[in-house]
């Protein structure tokens, strides 16, 4: 109500309101009854009262027309009347002044609501885009501030991920928003239980911050350090609906930290190594602070040394007090001027060291001097070494001054002089270089001795004697020699380079013609190259194998995952060697030791494989006849130790029976005596194969001719093989002769032979060819012993069954034979194959499957000889048995002869023979009994001495024998001959050996030539 009178006020003043209230007043007293006389009282009507009147006044149409006067109006009433009508009027115009007033401020009020609800909606846009403009700010504040900002909610998901985040860690905002933060993969097992304990201490703590510091892996793989400020962000409840983390990215402080720890370290490391001591000088206090490095260069602990100027300056040698003190003076004129000089320091021990004082003054420093001393010792020795690797140097050195060349070391005298006369002193530089390239040298050494270029790169050519000219290249370096500007150059000679590339050239031909397979892939495999002798083992053309992988020779009993794995290893850097199968284009399936290598970058990164592959298939069939050959040489000492039992035991039965065989005896007692004869033959024979076999006989060769040889093979099998087998014999006219025993070739071809007749028990023939032919060394590598040249092959063709396979690789071992028990000793080939083998030569088998057989012997050809004759046909064969003779024409009597056996047997059939022949023999079973014995008996002629005897053996008693009598003639005896004790005999001089067991006939004519002194 209050509000509205004070509304009411307020209109009252308003100059409309005033108007209108004058002028309601006035109409109402411009009434015409104002105007009019009075009428009579008793007739006159009644007078209308002021209201009428107002309203007449009102009703008049225009007031200005008429203009009547104020007194017109005045109504012509009485005093009880008129001021009825006055106040009438007034509180007219009153109530029309109210309610104008109303009306106005009704309007106005209107107006300022709206002026108001025009005002609040400009607020209210300017409040949204301050807002906006807000966090568009705080957009590029969260975007651009040097922090990490993320921000996880109550189930640790990231709702925020600031484009500083996606920098440090790699991930983008869309790949991570709504992902739980332990799943990023950011931190491992360690780092996700501290972000957990994180979280959780944040959000225990309403609105707490805690700093954590955490390594992080980025989305590339690398590790960063990020330091955290956790603190929680409440929701509308006040409670914490999620966590803010503000990181820093502390890597790089961390690494500026260990990098300033390693500084420190290399900087007391450098100090320590190179002998060098700081010292800082405060000229207004004269005090010197000493690092200890300093001290102990002049033998003083750190407490014991100076620290006053006046004090150090004591130590100086007299000499130079008066240069250092006028280098601190000129010091302190010039800050920032370094001062070099060499003074001499009194050391503890009295002597004086010379040193290296370098010091200046930094002007921001309060006038401070800090210097240096070095060890002038240690320096010049540095000196000296590098003067001497100047020297030495495979670099030419020089040092221009002016254009002069003060100094060069003898390489760059060697390059420009190639070893001429003796270089000038202090040349002109330009007159050394060519004269078609002085001028570009001059241009680029310009900038040098301007010093606008710290240096330049030379290549130009030096003029040496008689017009000689040699290619360098090099660089010329701004520098100082004895204080001066100078240029300090370095040469290499390049003319090597075309020699460089013959040798690349020659490099490469040696890999394309190597004899071992060579392949060059990518480091997936693929491949780039393959030599001439890999197309030539694998069976593939360069062009097939180019753009293929290593799979393309996989076998398919190796896995593709073995190539894989191998190549993998190789693209890791590492080398692999080995063996393994490979499959040549013809499906051929052969053995191959490869090796395989990366190539390297000037990086270390892998930019090629090679494999280096040979062929091992020869090396292996090599090896496999290598170990059949160890087993053999085995098999062979054990069957020559039975061989030599053996001929000890034969060896009185053979006497005894050629003995009887001499007796006149008739019938059924001849007939014993026949079989004990051809038995003790037959098994004369059979050692004699275990000797050839195990390489107990030593052959007497000779240069000799096959044919003889040949044609008694051809007599001795048609005489004792049956009929329905026959030998067919076809040689060339021109057939080489070889080096050889008569005797073992002939037992090499009959065994042949004998084999072949077995292979056809019905019958059949064998063909014997013999031809020259030369081996290379690819044909005789893989047989010990062989030599490439010329041979003479001799093969033996049955029409029999032929031989199984599994068999061939058994056929040359001993003992081993296919035929029924006391068919065969199984030592026919063996003894064939070491025969052969001992005269370098080669046995092979060809088998032609089910029918037929093949055996090829291939002897070393040897020189040329005259054509045989008939005499020699007969003396090449071997020569006949002869029969027993009791040696009754042998002048045995008078002779002493001394048996000296181990064998009792043996000494008494030998005796029993010699006795009959009209020597007196004696007995000894060891070497000490025939040394005794010959002490006793200065009447002895000839030793028959064992080779192989217990206690003392044959060797041992010849030396002791030749002690006593050195014109003894002494006769050697042995079941084998391969023994080197045997060897020993014949170089001490004896007289004869005879190889057990040997023929009675044979024992004499030996006793016969020594006490005759006729040859062996």
């Known amino acids: 109500m209050l509000n509205n009178w004070m509304f009411v006020f307020k209109s009252l003043r308003n100059t409309w309101c005033v108007r209108g209230t004058f002028l309601v007043l006035a109409a109402a007293l411009a009434s015409p009854a104002w105007g009019q006389p009075a009428p009579p009282a008793a007739s006159a009507p009644k007078t209308p ?45 009153f109530m029309f002044s109210v309610l104008v007033g109303l009306l106005w401020n009704s309007r106005q009020q209107n107006k300022h609501v709206k002026q108001l609800q025009k005002q609040a909606k ?39 991920w600031t484009g500083r985040a996606e920098t440090v860690f790699g991930w983008r905002a869309m790949e991570v928003l709504g992902k739980p933060a332990e799943e990023l993969g950011w931190v491992d097992a360690g780092g996700a239980q501290a972000l957990r304990t994180a979280f959780a201490e944040a959000t225990g703590k309403e609105k707490a911050g805690r700093i954590v510091s955490m390594r992080h892996l980025t989305q590339a793989g690398d590790t960063c350090l990020v330091e955290w400020h956790v603190s929680v962000l409440p929701g509308e409840d006040g409670q914490p609906e999620s966590v803010l983390a503000l990181g820093l990215d502390v890597t790089g402080s961390e690494t500026m930290a260990a990098e300033l720890r390693d500084e420190r370290r290399r900087y007391a490391l450098a100090t320590q190594a190179g002998a060098v001591g700081m010292w800082t000088l405060n000229p207004k206090e004269g005090s010197l602070t000493w690092e200890a490095r300093m001290a102990e260069l002049l033998g003083y602990e750190a407490k014991e040394f100076p620290n006053r100027l006046p004090h150090w300056q004591e130590l100086l040698h007299p000499e130079d007090r008066l240069h250092f003190t006028e280098a601190l ?61 100047v020297e030495q140097s495979l670099a030419g050195i020089f040092i221009l001054q002016e254009n002069r060349v003060v100094y060069a070391n003898p390489k760059f005298w060697a390059i420009v002089r190639a070893g001429g006369a003796r270089p000038p002193l202090r040349p002109e530089f330009m007159e050394l270089v060519h004269p078609d390239d002085r001028t570009m040298t001059a241009e680029r050494l310009r900038p040098v001795y301007a010093e606008t270029a710290q240096e330049a790169a030379l290549l130009f050519r030096l003029s040496g004697p008689q017009g000689a000219t040699v290619a360098v290249q090099g660089h010329g370096i701004a520098s100082e020699h004895e204080g001066e500007p100078a240029i300090l150059g370095l040469v290499m000679d390049v003319s090597h380079r075309f020699a460089q590339e013959q040798t690349s050239r020659r490099l490469s031909q040696v890999v394309e013609q190597s004899p071992v397979a060579i392949l060059i892939t990518d480091p997936q495999g693929v491949v780039e190259y393959a030599n001439r002798k890999f197309c030539e083992v694998s069976g593939y053309a360069q062009e097939e194998l180019l753009g293929q992988t290593p799979l393309l020779l996989r076998p398919n009993s190796i896995p593709a995952e073995f190539y894989t794995d191998l190549w993998a290893r190789l693209r890791q850097g590492k080398k692999w060697e080995g063996e393994h199968l490979i499959r040549a284009k013809d499906a051929r399936q052969f053995m191959a030791r490869s090796v395989l290598f990366p190539i ?20 292996r069939a090599l090896e496999e006849r290598l170990a059949r050959a160890q087993r053999l040489e085995s098999i062979g000492n054990l069957a020559g130790g039975i061989a030599h039992d053996l001929n000890n035991i034969l060896a009185p039965v053979r006497m005894g029976a050629e003995f009887l065989n001499t007796l006149p005896f008739s019938g059924k007692e001849r007939e014993i005596i026949e079989v004990m ?36 093979l051809e007599r001795l099998v048609r005489e004792s093989f049956p009929r329905d087998v026959r030998l067919e014999v076809r040689l060339v006219p021109d057939l080489a002769p070889v080096q050889a025993d008569s005797t073992q070739i002939l037992q090499v071809l009959m065994n042949l032979c004998v084999n072949a007749r077995d292979a056809m028990p019905e019958g059949g023939v064998i063909a014997l060819v013999a031809d020259n032919v030369t081996l290379g060394s690819a044909q005789t590598a893989s047989f010990p012993g062989a030599q490439p040249g010329k041979h003479v092959r001799i093969r033996v063709r049955d029409t029999g069954t032929g031989i199984p396979g599994p068999v061939r690789e058994k056929i040359f071992e001993p003992f081993f034979t296919t035929k029924d028990v006391g068919k065969g000793t199984g ?148 079941g084998v001959n391969h023994d080197t004790r045997v060897e020993a005999l014949r170089r001490m001089g004896v007289q004869h050996f005879l190889l057990k067991p040997y023929r009675n006939q044979e024992l004499l004519e030996a006793l016969f030539n020594c006490v005759t002194g006729g040859g062996a």
């Not at 949204?128 to 651009?144: G, I, V």
């Open 827 to 974: 030592l026919g080939l063996s003894t064939a194959l070491g025969i052969v083998q001992d005269h370098s030569g080669i046995i092979e088998l060809e088998s032609t499957g089910p029918q037929g057989t093949t055996f090829v012997v291939y002897l070393p050809a040897s020189p040329e000889l005259p054509a045989p004759t008939n005499t020699e046909k007969s003396a090449s064969t071997p020569a006949k048995k002869a029969g027993a003779n009791n040696g009754t024409n042998l002048p045995g009597a008078g002779r002493t002869v001394l048996v000296v056996d181990d064998e009792v047997p043996l000494r008494q059939a030998v005796s029993f023979i010699l006795g009959q022949s009209g020597y007196e023999v004696l007995e000894a079973s060891d070497g000490y009994q025939a040394i005794e014995m010959v002490k006793s008996h200065r009447k002895v002629d000839v030793v028959l001495l064992d080779v192989m005897m217990p206690r003392l053996d044959g060797v041992a008693t010849m030396k002791a024998l030749r002690e006593l009598r050195p014109d003894l003639r002494v006769i050697a005896t042995s």
């Open 329 to 389: 003076a000129a010091c302190a004129q010039e800050p920032g001027v370094q001062q070099v000089l060499e003074v001499r320091l009194r050391h503890r021990s009295g002597a004086y060291r010379w040193l290296r004082l370098g010091f200046s003054t930094e002007p921001a420093a309060d006038g401070f001097i800090t210097g240096t001393a070095t060890d002038l010792a240690r320096v010049k020795l540095a000196e000296e070494k590098f003067r001497g690797l």
């Open 677 to 712: 004869d051809i038995s003790v033959h037959r098994a004369t024979e059979l050692v004699q194969q275990v000797l050839a076999f195990s390489r107990g006989r030593r052959s007497k060769r000779e240069a000799m001719w096959l044919v003889p040889l040949i044609g008694e």
């Open 122 to 160: 400009n607020l209210l846009f300017d409040a949204k885009k301050h807002e906006r403009e807000f966090f568009r700010r705080q957009h590029l504040h969260f975007e651009n501030t040097p922090l990490v900002v993320v921000e996880l909610d109550a189930q640790r998901r990231i709702k925020e």
């Open 600 to 619: 390297f970058d000037e990086s270390g990164s892998v930019t090629h494989c090679v494999k280096i592959m040979e062929d091992i298939t020869n090396q």
């Open 49 to 93: 009262t002021g209201t009428a009147r107002l309203a007449a006044a009102l009703s008049t149409a225009s007031l200005a027309a008429n203009k009547p006067e104020l007194t017109d109006y005045v109504p012509d009433l009485s005093e009880g009347d008129h001021a009825q009508a006055f106040y009438r009027g007034v509180s007219l115009a």
